[in-house]
T-cell receptor, first 111, second 113 residues
Framework: AQRVTQPEKLLSVFKGAPVELKCNYS??????LFWYVQYSRQRLQLLLR??SRESIKGFTADLNKGETSFHLKKPFAQEEDSAMYYC?????????????FGQGTILTVHP | EPEVTQTPSHQVTQMGQEVILRCVPI?????FYWYRQILGQKVEFLVS????????KSEIFDDQFSVERPDGSNFTLKIRSTKLEDSAMYFC???????????FGDGTRLSIL
């Protein structure tokens, strides 16, 4: 069975500081990893996915298969980054896209 | 930009009653999902639906739950006899393909009294 762990429920940083939201997973196959974000009073929306290897809103995440991690990083946090962040996994290969979510991390960026 | 829409935004129901949660997925999407989030807990997968049938379901999705796509646009989740522990936020999602990003609705907050 797959599992996603986000060890930090709350994370606070000051504006301009680097931020890293941790995500570890367990899955025996080749997973696809995602970061979803939920801003205040808005819906869950995709932030980025590992196969795209892109940077969205200054955020990047690298899949480390050796450490089974997919940490989300941003070098200089902004106040508008304050939100709930969810790491999620889906099985690669033949599957119907079921997402397994972590507990989520509330990021607060202080001015 | 097209969005997944869910109605109602909040549903209050007596325990034991049937409830239907409604979703309109994005029109060219082929894969449909229901998730739920009990207050303070993680978002949990309930069921996926493709080609007019359930493709995968979790252990939560027991005989009290059913899904339907009655008219080619709506996607509904029915809970036949609600229990207190069904109180949660229910999210509908849709995707163009099984490995395409899923787009989520705003959710329906279900409160069972």
């Amino acid at each position: 069975a797959q599992r996603v762990t986000q060890p930090e429920k709350l994370l606070s940083v000051f504006k301009g500081a680097p931020v890293e939201l941790k995500c570890n997973y367990s899955y025996s196959g080749s997973p696809e990893l995602f970061w979803y974000v939920q801003y205040s009073r808005q819906r869950l929306q995709l932030l980025l996915r590992h196969i795209s290897r892109e940077s969205i809103k200054g955020f990047t995440a690298d899949l480390n298969k050796g450490e089974t991690s997919f940490h989300l990083k941003k070098p200089f946090a902004q106040e508008e980054d304050s939100a709930m962040y969810y790491c999620a996994l889906t099985k690669g290969g033949t599957s119907y896209g079921k997402l397994t979510f972590g507990q989520g991390t509330i990021l607060t960026v202080h001015p | 930009e097209p969005e997944v829409t869910q109605t109602p935004s909040h549903q209050v129901t007596q325990m034991g009653q049937e409830v239907i949660l409604r979703c309109v997925p994005i029109s060219n999407h082929l894969y449909f999902y229901w998730y739920r989030q009990i207050l303070g807990q993680k978002v949990e997968f309930l069921v996926s639906f493709y080609n007019n049938e359930i493709s995968e379901k979790s252990e939560i999705f027991d005989d009290q739950f059913s899904v339907e796509r009655p008219d080619g646009s709506n996607f509904t989740l029915k809970i036949r006899s609600t229990k207190l522990e069904d109180s949660a936020m229910y999210f509908c999602a849709s995707g163009q393909g099984s490995h395409q990003p899923q787009h989520f609705g705003d959710g329906t907050r279900l409160s069972i009294l």
